[in-house]
């Protein structure tokens, strides 16, 4: 009756898992809250194989549970922190695997460029990019799906209203996806580029004025 000391929460899939693991033979390896004395559920690692006879057949099973609360409070701490960053975050953050699928984009992401949730989950990076990035963004994308870093790759996005904004990435593989941060460097490079040409513009200035004086 040892599931009677289980969390109601996780007692179905122990239950059903042990029952499985006895009928394979196989072994016992799951997570789950245990009712201490004075009334508190706590997180435990529980293990457990079968012990056979010399003709296989299983004996008793033993196991060991292995006290994991600490580690368990702390990655539900980790979780809310990442999610209230990613809720929060004024930067672009995106989620696709290898093929470009996009699986998650942040408010961030949908606000600044006018796309809903519902319309960028499920489709490809192409769907968005301007067509003169496609080559070079697929190309990084193979770059991440080797284990290399993005650090700072620009590319172009395309708004909702028919714009595109300069976008430049930074990027991690992990678990077989792709976790990308993004900042809109649009109005920057455009000031950039304003700035150069007025220096150009300068420059020739003073070599005419130099050749009228001349």
């Not at 519902?118 to 769907?127: I, N, S, T």
């Not at 028919?162 to 992990?174: E, F, I, Q």
């Not at 077989?176 to 993004?182: K, P, Q, R, T």
Request: net charge negative.
């Amino acid at each position: 009756r040892w599931t009677l000391f289980v969390h109601p929460e996780d007692r179905p899939g122990a239950a059903a898992l042990w029952q499985q693991c006895v009928t394979l033979g196989a072994p016992y390896e799951t997570e789950y809250r245990i009712l201490r004395a004075d009334g508190q559920y706590l997180w435990h690692l529980v293990r457990a194989s079968a012990l056979r006879s010399a003709d296989g057949a299983i004996n008793l099973w033993i196991g060991a549970s292995t006290d994991i609360h600490e580690r368990k409070l702390l990655e539900a701490q980790n979780t809310r922190d990442r999610n209230r960053i990613w809720s929060l975050s004024q930067e672009l953050m995106l989620i696709c695997d290898f093929q470009g699928v996009i699986s998650a984009v942040n408010p961030a992401t949908t606000r600044q460029l006018g796309w809903s949730e519902e319309e960028m989950v499920g489709r490809v990076l192409d769907a968005f990019l301007h067509p003169d990035d496609l080559a070079s963004t697929a190309a990084e994308v193979g770059k991440l799906s080797t284990g290399v870093k993005t650090l700072a790759f620009e590319n172009r996005y395309r708004h909702s209203n028919g714009g595109y904004l300069l976008l430049s990435w930074t990027a991690v593989p992990d678990g077989g996806m792709i976790h990308a941060v993004a900042r809109d460097i649009t109005r920057e490079r455009s000031a950039e580029d304003a700035l150069r040409q007025s220096q150009k513009l300068e420059a020739i200035g003073q070599l005419t004025g130099g050749v009228a004086h001349d």
